[in-house]
């Protein structure tokens, strides 16, 4: 029997999960990963290390508890000969107090779900399935990993709003997110000895955003108080002027309840296009809007690298990671045509095939695809939080 270690990542429609053998000290060995969709009737699916698929079948009702259930049985009683002794989670926001993963008891529970205004949507989603996980297995330690985090070393003028310093003190101020996302990547260009590079990182996804880092620490984001600033999303606007937001909250009828709904759930690329929020859908569709959708998101994209450049004096390395950074060539190929400036020379070839560098040799900056990995420094921060148990 061996010991094994869940990492649960929780997402808007879907739970990411890694399954990690843990014996001699050192890093946690992947067994499987997989995903339970939560949006609709819930699937599990599960892959092995090499990509062979283990498991893809309905599981319970549109649950979270049935979810983690049935996915705790897999581990313990089909994939076999493992005994689940703790499981990691990525939690959305630590806030001002948390930039640490930390063991979740039920006190810092509480703290991390009086956090819940700062993520209105996220932070919620992110806690149901520890207590679930509580309930089903009172007696399995569990960490969290905040989103936040790989931030904190973020620092004026970078992290400040021009707002009086009172708001500051506050706790008003530049958090960011996709911090696990980005730590991977940190860790994977350290291994290649690449940590010095001058890199921004693209993590483009249902959420995206960009960061800024050199020796393996962000220095710039463009995601800032909330998800919701920066980039154009799947469903979330990204910059906008505040003044939009007065404006309807005074003239035109706005509540809070429903401006929130039309940032977070309504805009970005669903709200331009008027058909879809999944790039896989633009790309497909004939209709212009959903053309028009995806030249703001590319527009938007190049615009804010440009500025993250200038965060760190030049440009070296540029990273696309997840959904749509790993696997739109047409969304990689638009943002580095409109760097040319910068002295980036996409492969054309290479970036169809989406090879892991899809820069020319030429190129001044060296473009790649790096698949992103947010649950192995998941597996990675619970080995290191119970090991000082
Ligand atoms: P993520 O949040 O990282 O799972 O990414 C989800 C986004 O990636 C969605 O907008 C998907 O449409 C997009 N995506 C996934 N696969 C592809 C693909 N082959 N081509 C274009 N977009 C994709």
């Not at 003028?157 to 996302?181: K, M, N, Q, T, V």
């Not at 955003?209 to 620490?217: I, K, Q, T, V």
């Not at 047409?330 to 910068?342: A, F, K, S, Y």
Request: proline share 5%; charged share 20%.
């Amino acid at each position: 029997m061996r010991d094994a270690i869940l990492s649960l990542n929780t997402g808007s429609s879907s739970i990411k999960f890694g399954v990690y053998d843990v014996g001699e000290a050192g890093e946690p060995a992947t067994a499987a990963r997989g995903a339970i969709r939560t949006d609709r009737t819930p699937r599990l699916v599960v892959r092995s290390v090499e990509g062979a698929s283990l498991v893809d079948r309905e599981v319970g009702r549109e649950d979270v508890s049935d979810a983690i259930d049935a996915l705790v049985n897999w581990v313990e009683q089909e994939f076999g000969k493992r005994r689940l002794i703790g499981c990691g989670h990525r939690i959305v926001h630590g806030g001002t107090v948390f930039s640490d993963p930390v063991l979740l008891s039920p006190p810092t529970v509480d703290a991390l779900e009086k956090m819940a205004p700062l993520a209105p949507l996220h932070q919620p989603r992110s806690i149901a399935p520890v207590h679930a996980m509580a309930e089903l297995r009172p007696r399995l330690r569990q960490v969290g990993c905040f989103d936040t985090a790989f931030h904190r070393t973020i620092e004026p003028p970078a992290g400040c709003y021009a707002l009086p310093r009172a708001y500051e003190e506050r706790g008003i101020r530049r958090f960011g997110f996709h911090g696990l996302s980005y730590e991977y990547i940190a860790s994977y260009l350290a291994q290649e000895g690449k940590a010095d590079q001058r890199t921004v990182v693209a993590h483009l996804g249902n959420g995206a955003s960009l960061c800024a880092m050199r020796h393996g620490h962000s220095l710039d984001t463009t995601m800032g108080f909330s998800a919701l600033d920066g980039l154009v999303m799947g469903t979330r606007c990204g910059t906008i002027d505040p003044g939009i937001l007065l404006y309807l909250l005074q003239h035109d009828g706005m509540t809070p309840d429903k401006l929130q709904d039309l940032l977070y759930q309504n805009s970005g690329l669903l709200g331009v296009s008027g058909i879809s929020g999944d790039m896989r859908d633009l790309e497909q569709s004939k209709d212009p809007h959903a053309r028009e959708a995806v030249e703001l998101f590319v527009f938007r994209a190049a615009r804010e690298i440009a500025a993250l450049a200038s965060t760190l004096g030049g440009l070296d390395c540029l990273v696309f990671t997840a959904g749509i950074g790993e696997h739109s060539a047409t969304v990689r190929w638009g943002i580095c045509d409109r760097l040319r400036w910068l002295g980036i020379s996409i492969d054309d070839a290479g970036n169809q095939r989406h090879d892991p560098i899809v820069s020319n040799p030429t190129s001044s900056v060296e473009v790649r695809i790096i698949p992103t990995d947010e649950e192995i420094v998941i597996a990675r921060h619970w080995l290191a939080v119970i090991g000082q148990f």
